[in-house]
């Protein structure tokens, strides 16, 4: 059986990859999937911690059900955001999106 | 946790108050796809739903329907004081912002799903409230979140509204997956989701995992900075408000960031009393509060446009409140929850007004607001009595509430009073950008005389929201008791949970 710090290190290199994502580039799409590999990170701590410490209650399975359900929501009001922009402005990149100044 | 068991102690009012407005929303998505869509109806539906649900809320208050009980055991939801307050805060909110928007809708199309998501976005807010199961406050959280993203970006061709719309998305997105992450952390040192069973002594055999405990702590304190635009976590507030709808930065100012510290109160005063995660997260607050008020106030002196005013102020007022988390006493949560309960009237009156002056002079710019004080004769007033308010002047409601923040943090154990002093100076220097807005409504000359138009919506809002300001600065005794009775419960319920934990040095 694989032991359970391998998830947990899966998991915190997830995290790193979705958070190093977050902060190199500025294209919308790109920071929503890097905001999906960090949300499927904590999945992976719920559902590997639900089974090999508590595995007849199933709080963490359930838990990683909704967040799944959750980020797919998500993704479908996010998408349409940003399909919206790129229709108006021909471009996602967030940091050339500068209508709104001081 | 048995599922059967999973709504125990869930009474019939949150129940009945979310079912009443879920029903009032689908209403309204049916009426409009029957072909309905006249806004004044999806006004009339929704602002009912929002007054019955505050009668509903207030009743149970002030006691007509039985007696407010603590958590009950391993419920989702809880029914204690500190739901009731934020509920009543959130549905006041949406009741102001349900009214304005009858009419500043008047150009945009597709009003009624306008008024399905302000409905939504209240469900989750209220839902967020009542959650103690770290599973229910994740999904009420993004219950409240994934249609404040609609509603922000909802002028579609505006370019503006969907720059703020996208900024807003991925910080906010970025913030649930950060508090996701902080949650599995704290699952994964418990074992257990639920706030009040991790206090139990059987689920705290875990401890002594100090650094997962740190780790959870920081992206929990993350995830919530960045909802309660705490400073280091704030850059797209100014973004988000400026570009939203100017109704919809009202409700996402005052509604959804106001709600977002009920769990914030639950997680860190009651979570993170727990053995495993004895941190010192008060020093961090403290921190927090202090950033937010000098930066949120300061940031405001420079700039031009009145929305960016008050999103800085809003900034400013977050930190306000998070002085009454840092002190860590009864005294100091009652001063937050009260300063809440006075910063959702005051912040929303001065967006709505707000959002009436600029939608009639076309520019959210200061010169814009030039002479306004002679062309209008209700927004003007509100406005000025808001930023009063705001400002911490005398008779009005948030000189009481600073006033109890301010004297929370010298009484604090933490010796918090250079915390009070930053706090006051800081009152002294947001003076200066809200009079500098008076200042351009009624001493420079206008531009031109001609009236401007004032709806009976805003108008409605506006007054009560003034009489809400006016009426708690005069006497607020009663508004006072209320935070006092809730923040006593809370912790009496802390007490009396965490007398049986091991003490861990």
């Known amino acids: ?102 | 946790m048995a599922f059967p068991a999973f709504f125990s102690g869930f009474e019939a009012v949150p129940l009945l108050v979310t079912m009443i407005m879920a029903v009032a929303a689908f209403v309204i998505i049916l009426l409009s796809s029957l072909g309905l869509r006249a806004r004044t109806v999806s006004t009339g539906i929704s602002v009912a739903a929002f007054v019955i649900s505050l009668a509903l809320l207030l009743g149970k208050v002030l006691g007509y329907l039985g007696p407010i009980l603590g958590p009950q055991g391993n419920s989702v939801f809880a029914q204690d004081w500190i739901s009731y307050l934020f509920g009543v805060a959130i549905l006041i909110v949406s009741i102001l912002v349900a009214l304005s928007s009858e009419d500043f809708l008047a150009n945009i199309p597709n009003a009624s799903s306008f008024f399905a998501l302000l409905i939504f976005t209240t469900i989750g807010s209220v839902l967020l409230v009542f959650s103690t199961d770290l599973l229910m406050i994740f999904v009420a959280w993004e219950l409240m979140s994934i249609p404040s993203y609609v509603l922000t970006g909802f002028k579609k061709k505006d370019q503006e509204s969907n720059e703020a719309a996208v900024k807003y998305f991925l910080i906010s997105a970025f913030a649930s997956a950060v508090l996701l992450y902080g949650i599995s952390l704290i699952y994964v040192i418990t074992g257990t989701t639920n706030i009040y069973q991790i206090l139990s002594p059987a689920s705290s055999s875990a401890s002594g995992i100090t650094p997962i405990a740190v780790l959870a702590l920081s992206f929990v304190i993350a995830g919530f900075g960045i909802k309660l635009s705490a400073v280091p976590f704030h850059m797209w507030i100014p973004d988000a408000y400026q570009g939203a709808p100017t109704v919809v930065s009202a409700l996402l100012s005052a509604g959804t960031k106001g709600a977002t510290f009920a769990p914030a109160a639950r997680i860190f005063f009651v979570l993170f009393a727990g053995s495993a995660f004895q941190t010192d997260w008060s020093t961090a607050f403290a921190v927090l509060a202090l950033l937010s008020m000098t930066v949120g106030n300061f940031a405001a002196l420079t700039q031009r446009s009145v929305t960016r005013i008050l999103a800085y102020s809003s900034i400013g007022h977050g930190g306000y409140i998070l002085i009454g988390f840092a002190a860590g006493t009864a005294y100091g949560l009652t001063a937050s929850f009260f300063h809440i309960l006075n910063y959702a009237t005051m912040q929303t009156c001065a967006f709505l007004a707000a959002a009436l002056i600029i939608r009639e002079v076309g520019k959210d710019d200061l010169l814009a607001f030039d002479g306004v004080g002679r062309r209008m004769r209700i927004a003007p007033i509100a406005l000025t009595l808001s930023l009063l308010a705001l400002g911490g002047f005398p008779p009005l409601n948030g000189f009481w509430s600073k006033v109890f923040l301010f004297y929370s943090a010298i009484g604090s154990p933490l010796n918090l009073g250079w915390l009070a002093i930053a706090g006051i100076i800081n009152s002294f220097v947001s003076i200066a950008f809200y009079l500098r807005i008076v200042k351009h409504m009624y001493v420079d000359q206008p531009q031109s005389f001609s009236k401007l138009f004032e709806s009976n919506g805003f108008r409605v809002a506006l007054i009560i929201a003034s009489l809400i300001i006016v009426g708690t600065g005069v006497y607020p005794g009663p508004v006072i008791q209320f935070a006092s009775t809730t923040a006593t419960s809370f912790f009496s319920q802390i007490s009396s949970a965490s007398h049986v934990l091991p003490a861990i040095p």
Do not use: C, H, W
């Open chain 1, 1 to 102: 059986m694989i032991p359970l710090l391998d998830y947990i290190v899966l998991s915190a290199i997830l995290f790193g990859i979705g958070v190093y994502g977050l902060v190199s580039k500025g294209n919308a799409l790109r920071l929503f999937f890097a905001i999906e590999i960090v949300i499927n990170a904590a999945n992976i701590n719920l559902v590997s911690f639900n089974r090999y410490i508590s595995a007849s209650t199933p709080q963490g399975q359930t838990f990683a059900l909704f967040s799944i359900a959750i980020a797919a929501a998500e993704a479908a009001v996010g998408l349409a955001i940003i399909i919206v922009t790129f229709r108006l402005n021909k471009e996602v990149n967030v940091f050339k999106l500068r209508k709104l100044k001081s």
